[in-house]
């Protein structure tokens, strides 16, 4: 049985509002629907919803300015924040204005609603208290506005006011050191130390002398006590990085400190009571190391408390030419010389399957402003930063310019893009061009989903949606077939 009760939606787009309160009603709410902030205090008090839905950028003013004053005066109200601004600082300020959910736009119409049943059926336990970090939030490491990056986002912006195990999964160079360092810099242990340590890099026999410290004497070159990372941290936050390459004797006396709060050094006798948050990370597939018993599953519970998962670059294209920008844009910030990418670089850019994912592209940012003679990065000069196995083949070209083609005719009849949805758009002459765009297109590429993904503009997975729908194999559609 969904729960049902009254709910203010404020936004100042009419067919968002339409949808979302034709869908409410649905369910059996009552909705009433306000374009600005001046409508939504109007509508506050006559209304009396049990649940506010408000997009951030309204007509005269910010929506999330006033929502921690309303919810003082209503404490059982749970607030629901729609954005488009995608992005780290915008889940962090709907939490800390107390807010009950944040879905950036577009949002998922069904997890939309799913919210407003949670907040109703759980408003009655909700203290609603607002955390405010005291930072400006500016300059934060994340970048990305792809959904994947926005899960991120909300659980990063959950886990600050509390002390909770987070361990954080991903490939190689997707950030995660990031991830720790943002929830560190953002949270109640700011003032403490954020200390980390790459258990890969350290030799087996020295990781406990490192992670606990040890006393003078206790093996040679040990000339004094020194602290470990532990004892360093005290107060603030420990960053375990490439935990999968920990030893198993090693993980016992980690899993022994989590449980007792206590470290004691090698060679010593007297334990030390240590406060630290733990904040773990690693590429590799821990469930496979513990079935392999190489990893204790006891501490992969203590560590996997709250997981972060990071795409990699390859599955949000959508952040490709955002991050790259950003890249070009601090390295100017930094003294290097300013340079902006040509439309021909980004399309290459999103074609690119980047194995080394985000650090891959900063560092090729990098390099192209410190060695390109030019200020516009064009194709061109990418076909030679990147490896030549990386680099679309010239039979790519026809196929991109096949889609630029569609896409401006299509804009220009109806408005819309290939990845657009428009309800003017006629269902019988997109199922005629689509298909044949998606044909020739990865016959171009030679079947390559990645690359034919990015000269189309859209990303991967509504790639293989699109074949699905239209029964396509991708496996056929290969120049040489």
């Not at 950028?57 to 629901?80: F, H, S, T, W, Y």
């Not at 606990?212 to 603030?236: N, V």
């Not at 408390?305 to 990699?312: M, T």
């Not at 194709?379 to 990147?386: E, F, G, N, V, Y």
Request: proline share 5%; glycine share 8%.
């Amino acid at each position: 049985m969904v729960a049902t009760g009254a709910v203010l939606v404020v936004d100042d787009d009419p067919a968002i509002c339409v949808v979302v309160g034709e869908a409410l009603r649905r369910q059996g709410h009552k909705v009433k629907i306000a374009g600005s902030i001046r409508e939504r205090s109007l509508l506050m008090d006559s209304f009396a919803p049990d649940v506010l839905i408000t997009d951030v950028m309204l007509p005269d003013g910010d929506g999330l300015e006033g929502v921690a004053d309303i919810l003082e005066r209503k404490p059982d109200l749970n607030v629901i924040i729609l954005s488009a601004q995608n992005t780290l600082n915008t889940a962090i300020r709907a939490t800390e204005k107390g807010a009950f959910e944040y879905l950036p736009k577009p949002f998922d119409l069904n997890e939309l609603t799913r919210a407003v049943s949670d907040a109703i059926g759980t408003r009655a336990d909700n203290g609603n208290e607002a955390v405010d970090s005291g930072l400006p939030h500016d300059g934060l490491p994340l970048v990305g506005r792809s959904p994947a990056m926005q899960e991120v986002y909300r659980t990063i912006a959950r886990v600050l006011s509390n002390d909770l195990s987070i361990l954080v999964l991903g490939e190689s160079g997707t950030g995660k050191e990031l991830v720790a360092e943002a929830i560190h810099s953002l949270g109640q242990r700011r003032s403490h130390p954020f200390v980390a340590i790459n258990m890969a890099a350290i030799p087996r026999e020295l990781i406990e002398a490192e992670l606990f410290g040890y006393e003078k004497g206790a093996f040679t070159g040990a000339h004094a006590r020194t602290a470990g990372k532990f004892e360093q941290a005290q107060g603030g936050t420990l960053f375990l990085d490439e935990i999968g390459d920990m030893p198993m004797e090693a993980q016992t006396r980690l899993l022994r400190v989590l449980q007792s709060g206590e470290v004691t050094t090698v060679g010593g006798s007297k334990p030390v009571r240590v406060d630290v948050r733990i904040i773990a990370a690693t590429n590799k597939d821990l469930s496979a190391l513990i079935e392999e018993n190489r990893f204790r599953q006891d501490l992969y519970y203590r560590l996997n408390v709250v997981p972060v998962s990071l795409p990699p670059l390859r599955e949000r294209r959508e952040d490709v030419i955002l991050l790259a920008r950003h890249f070009l844009e601090r390295a100017a910030l930094e003294g290097l010389p300013r340079k902006s990418l040509a439309d021909d670089a980004a399309q290459l850019l999103m074609a690119y399957h980047w194995p080394g994912n985000v650090r891959e592209l900063q560092n090729l940012m990098q390099r192209l402003s410190v060695l390109s003679r030019e200020n516009v990065i064009a194709a061109d000069i990418l076909r030679h930063a990147l490896p030549l196995e990386a680099v679309p083949s010239d039979h790519g070209a026809p196929a991109g310019q096949l889609a630029q083609a569609v896409r401006e005719w299509t804009k220009r009849q109806l408005g819309v893009g290939l990845g657009q949805s428009n309800p003017n758009l006629h269902t019988g002459l997109l199922a005629v061009i689509e298909p044949v765009l998606l044909q020739e297109t990865l016959a171009s590429v030679d079947g390559n989903q990645i690359r034919a993904a990015g000269l189309l503009g859209i990303n991967r997975n509504t790639l293989r949606k699109k074949l699905t729908d239209y029964g396509l194999d991708p496996l056929q559609l290969r120049l040489n077939d």
